[in-house]
């Protein structure tokens, strides 16, 4: 999953990247380079021949391929750890190599419109956020979640790439991107869905939410710009 790098140039000058501009991220993960100060690796591989795991940095704002196939041969890579560039340090990571999405098959990196991508297989695979979120009351701080991706399924059981919810008390949201009971993304909090969006999933999209606390609790969703 990548956000665009924001570095079209306008009137001779490039714009900021995406946390240059945007500096109050409690999390931020892409394929992308998305802080210019940013110095760290982009993704930590582990490569199937020999478990054998190495960090792959940038090169320029996008990741390094050369270096991730050079490491990963004709085997197949998965991401160990996900490092997050917003300098709050919540690192995705997944230790057990069965939980481990993928980055390249057999040699080859995953792409998406080009692009390299990391795949999940909606089922056994997913990553863990390395430093407890903060909390955030629904009822008194606004806040987003914007995301890229797709959906490679088309029915089934619920399969959340974000997925986190609070009980005591109920004050975070529980984002759960994928199918639903035939459904496309859903919003669910305090058992129960606040939103849910039918239609085709299965082109690569930028969803975003917003949640505003006026006159009790607003959410807002939409995908590539439409609600």
């Not at 059981?157 to 199918?179: C, H, L, M, Q, V």
Request: proline residues 4%; positive net charge; glycine residues 10%.
């Amino acid at each position: 999953m990548g956000l665009p790098s924001f570095i079209t140039p306008i009137m001779g000058k490039s714009q900021p990247l995406l946390l240059d501009a945007v500096t109050t991220a409690t999390g931020a993960w892409s394929l992308r380079k998305l802080r210019a100060a940013y110095s760290g690796s982009c993704i930590r591989v582990r490569r199937s021949s020999d478990n054998t795991e190495q960090d792959i940095g940038f090169v320029g704002n996008v990741l390094d391929s050369s270096s991730l196939t050079t490491f990963v041969g004709a085997n197949n890579g998965f991401v160990v750890t996900w490092y997050d560039q917003s300098g709050v340090g919540r690192n995705l990571t997944q230790t057990t190599a069965t939980a481990q999405p993928q980055i390249v098959s057999s040699g080859t990196i995953i792409t998406e419109g080009s692009k390299a991508a990391v795949t999940f297989n909606g089922t056994s695979q997913f990553m863990n956020v390395a430093n407890t979120l903060p909390t955030y009351p629904i009822l008194t701080t606004s806040h987003s979640l914007h995301l890229v991706g797709k959906s490679t399924t088309t029915g089934g059981a619920s399969a959340g790439f974000i997925n986190y919810r609070s009980t005591t008390p109920i004050d975070r949201p529980e984002i759960r991107y994928g199918r639903n009971a035939g459904l496309d993304i859903s919003l669910y909090w305090n058992a129960g869905y606040a939103v849910n969006a039918s239609g085709s999933f299965t082109t690569y999209s930028l969803h975003s939410s917003y949640y505003t606390p006026v006159s009790g609790i607003t959410v807002n969703c939409y995908r590539n710009g439409s609600s």
